[in-house]
T-cell receptor
Framework: DAGVTQSPTHLIKTRGQQVTLRCSPKSGHDTVSWYQQALGQGPQFIFQYYEEEERQRGNFPDRFSGHQFPNYSSELNVNALLLGDSALYLC???????????FGPGTRLTVL | QKEVEQNSGPLSVPEGAIASLNCTYSDRVSQSFFWYRQYSGKSPELIMSIYSNGDKEDGRFTAQLNKASQYVSLLIRDSQPSDSATYLCAVNIADTGNQFYFGTGTSLTVIP
């Protein structure tokens, strides 16, 4: 039973560039949430996707956008990268009927 | 006011002792409470969930919830060096759907 997978593992970008991160949920899960975790902080909720729609959004600017595909996988896009966007980006999957979320290994984004 | 607060530590306990980790949350209708373990450079790993007042035990771990005091704790019995990690408390708040609020985490070191 495959767990949550994310790609790429690491990414280095420069300010102003755009980045796309990918996530495949745990088998059987239909809901994907994205989190940003800065060094020394707890994960901060970005948004959640269910049935290919953004169901909830945290306090993040419109530069952060996402998408969910029919197979439940998801993408996180960040435009006009800032130095402060450097963080570990975590994808968590769950069932819409459950509150329990399982995290993927994360993507470490460094913005120079 | 932050939604979830944890003592950042570091907390050090000798091997074999009981480690006690605490978490308080803001005065809202919170439904579900979770403890995650995060090793340095890795993603959060689910340890336990608790939904009702009282204690819930799973192996060496016991979660305790007191909704009246807005307090949730995690006890680790017979602490092992492999328990050395950051422990994250997460709260799901009823009127935000399936959005998790995380504390900043407590760093635990178990000394051999």
């Amino acid at each position: 039973d495959a767990g949550v997978t994310q790609s790429p593992t690491h990414l280095i970008k420069t300010r102003g560039q755009q980045v796309t991160l990918r996530c495949s949920p745990k088998s059987g899960h239909d809901t994907v949430s994205w989190y940003q975790q800065a060094l020394g902080q707890g994960p901060q909720f970005i948004f959640q996707y269910y049935e290919e729609e953004e169901r909830q959004r945290g306090n993040f600017p419109d530069r952060f956008s996402g998408h969910q595909f029919p197979n439940y996988s998801s993408e996180l896009n960040v435009n006009a990268l800032l130095l402060g966007d450097s963080a570990l980006y975590l994808c968590a999957s769950s069932l819409a009927t459950s509150y329990t979320q399982y995290f993927g290994p994360g993507t470490r984004l460094t913005v120079l | 006011q932050k939604e979830v607060e944890q003592n950042s530590g570091p907390l050090s306990v000798p091997e074999g002792a009981i480690a006690s980790l605490n978490c308080t949350y803001s005065d809202r209708v919170s439904q579900s409470f979770f403890w995650y373990r995060q090793y340095s450079g890795k993603s959060p790993e689910l340890i336990m969930s608790i939904y009702s007042n009282g204690d819930k035990e799973d192996g060496r771990f016991t979660a305790q919830l007191n909704k009246a005091s807005q307090y949730v704790s995690l006890l680790i019995r017979d602490s092992q060096p492999s328990d050395s990690a950051t422990y994250l408390c997460a709260v799901n708040i009823a009127d935000t759907g399936n959005q998790f609020y995380f504390g900043t985490g407590t760093s635990l070191t178990v000394i051999p």
